[in-house]
């Protein structure tokens, strides 16, 4: 019998995630109610914090955490992000992402939502196409000015009035709420990338595809050619936006699905070696020691035991 591939992708959803690392037990667990699958919007010391690091992994719903005090610190695909008070930082449905080091020494709010709620009365899936922040690959962190605020913080009580204070959450209200959340993040956002080059536009465009193309291909000039730009050119651009070319942005991106994949799955080594573009196992095993200095094998026992 063939297997089926996403039966055993863990990609988990709001419930399954709080009990695996805030604790089926924890008594923060009576904060959520029964749709909360779909929204919730709480104060992050309401929460009581993560138990433990959280390996790579990835989430069916968008996270959007808004720090007031303190500092935040997060992995979003294989680049650390620290936000700091007055900043929000934001984990895009389907981005692979981890928590090395638990520090539940911040406050501020963390707001989740499924993306079907975006699409409804007030809005459609096009509408998604205007927040660069809510796409793979996108500008995750945005910093907000004084100005703004005061804005940003009435939206997210706001928010968190209406998911604590109802029965059952009103999502024409939630959702209202949101898009203008969404358009205060996207004038803070433009404000701190008036400067933003034709360079770096090209590098959001470019990293988005690999992700949803890197079971597809792994050679630069294919990008290239879906970008419409010369292999050169988009190398040159790359490096010059990230101080990265390319094809390390191609390699890093295979690691991660493949760490993910070793860790969140049951998938043998050459399922995950397709699932990643490589149809030949033992050259996927040669890439994965040459990144890593060990093997998947030795990789997946490593994590057994931590």
Known sequence: ???????????????????????????????????????????IEEM???????????????????????????KIGFEEYLTYSNGIIVVPAGQIFSVEH?????????????????IGKYGGSEMINEFDFLKIGGNPKIPVSEIDFPFILNLFKRLQHEYVSSEKVNL???????????CEMNKSNI?????????????????????????????VNYYASLLNVTPNHLNKSIKAATGKSATNWIDETILLEAKYLLYQTTFSVSEIAMQVGHEDQSYFSRFFKKHEGMTPVQYRKMIDKS
């Open 1 to 43: 019998m063939k297997k089926q591939v996403g039966e055993k992708i863990r990609t988990y959803g709001a419930k399954g995630f709080r009990e695996r690392f805030l604790g089926e037990e924890n008594p923060m667990q009576l904060l959520f109610k029964s749709n909360s699958d779909h929204f919730f919007c709480l104060k």
């Open 172 to 182: 024409e209200i939630v959702q209202s709420y949101l898009m203008a959340l969404f």
């Open 48 to 74: 009581m914090g993560l138990r433990f690091p959280v390996p790579p992994s990835k989430h069916s719903c968008h996270t959007i955490i808004f720090i007031t005090s303190g500092i935040h610190s997060i």
């Open 102 to 118: 638990v520090n539940n020494k911040h406050i501020g709010f963390v707001c989740q939502f499924h993306p079907d709620i975006l």
């Open 191 to 219: 404000k701190t990338t008036k400067s933003t080059s034709a360079a770096t536009t090209l590098s959001s465009k470019f990293k988005a595809l690999i992700y949803d193309h890197i079971k597809i291909n792994h050679q």
